[in-house]
């Protein structure tokens, strides 16, 4: 198995690559300017970006994001998942979720969410997002610069990772 490593896009030649992406409900994605964007709206629609590959091993690696904006926070009804990383059939998952003014991460074992860590969302201390596996622990992962990283929390792999 690959390990997401084999995914790195700089978003730097303004289309996503197919080889690595595809865009995944409403095409509201835009690459540019060295950064991929996702829209969001308040219509209640899910927009995202996956990868066209099927299967990789997170073990000893990361996948990690640059939340340039979670929206307005104070619409109950916005969710942005910056981050999931799931099995093949969504019954597994590890994600980060912002809504209500709270990031929370999450896991979804068997098709049960359960909510492991909550604090209110700061756009400057979240700005940065990552989920690590190292040693058969998952850890959900902070940074206000990319490089200095704060441990949201951490759990022995709950999912095959």
Known sequence: MASFATLFDNFNDNS????????????NSNEQ????????????AYYSVQTT???YNLTGTSVGVKLGDAGDQSLA??????????????????FFIVFSGLIRA?????????????????????????IRETGGTTSWE????????????SVANPITI
Do not use: C, M, Q
């Open 142 to 153: 902070t940074s206000p610069n990319g490089f200095a990283w704060t441990t949201f929390h």
């Open 106 to 130: 999450y896991k979804k074992v068997a098709g049960v969410n359960t909510s492991l860590a909550s604090a209110t969302y700061n756009a400057t201390t979240h700005a940065f997002l990552r």
């Open 33 to 44: 300017n060295g950064r991929l964007e996702i829209l969001t709206s308040a219509g209640g």
């Open 77 to 94: 009804s916005l969710e942005v998942y910056p981050i999931i990383l799931e099995d093949a059939g969504g019954d597994n998952e590890v």
């Open 16 to 27: 996503l690559n197919p080889g690595i992406w595809t865009d995944g409900g409403g095409s």
């Open 53 to 55: 590959a099927t299967t």
